[in-house]
């Protein structure tokens, strides 16, 4: 079975920082690109950024330009995530697909998500 699972979530305070990883079970992470999401409660999913097989980095949501870095190796994606807002609480998710051009389509794989809260 193809399977993702995120980690390294928590309650931190504003300012601080969390390194969140997506690692994959039953397929070759390496050859498929990977996109960060998040969901806040009443809120649609957002794309935060996308990684593609090759390393390259085809964006940044505006909203955590200059603060988040995507990165990888052979085997997990990583969403460095600095300066932490309130207002980046949410559901954390990663998912694969071949393209970041279809890495949020439905039928890539989707991992469960971890939970990012920035509270004081």
């Known amino acids: 079975q193809k399977e993702l699972a995120e980690s390294g979530g928590g309650l931190v305070q504003p300012g601080e920082s969390l390194r969140l990883s997506c690692a994959a079970s039953?397929?070759?992470?390496?050859?498929?690109?990977v996109g960060w999401f998040r969901q806040a409660p009443g809120k649609e999913r957002e794309g935060v950024s996308c990684?593609?097989?090759?390393?390259?980095i085809t964006f940044y949501a505006d909203s955590v330009k200059g603060r988040f870095t995507i990165s990888r190796d052979y085997n997990t994606v990583y969403l460095q995530m600095n300066s932490l807002k309130p207002e980046d609480t949410a559901v954390y998710i990663c998912?694969?697909?071949?393209?970041?051009?279809?890495?949020?389509?439905?039928?890539?794989?989707w991992g469960r998500g971890t939970q990012v809260t920035v509270s004081s």
């Open positions: 039953g397929f070759a992470l390496n050859t498929y690109a």
């Open positions: 990684i593609r097989n090759d390393g390259t």
């Open positions: 998912a694969a697909d071949v393209l970041c051009s279809t890495v949020s389509d439905r039928r890539a794989i």
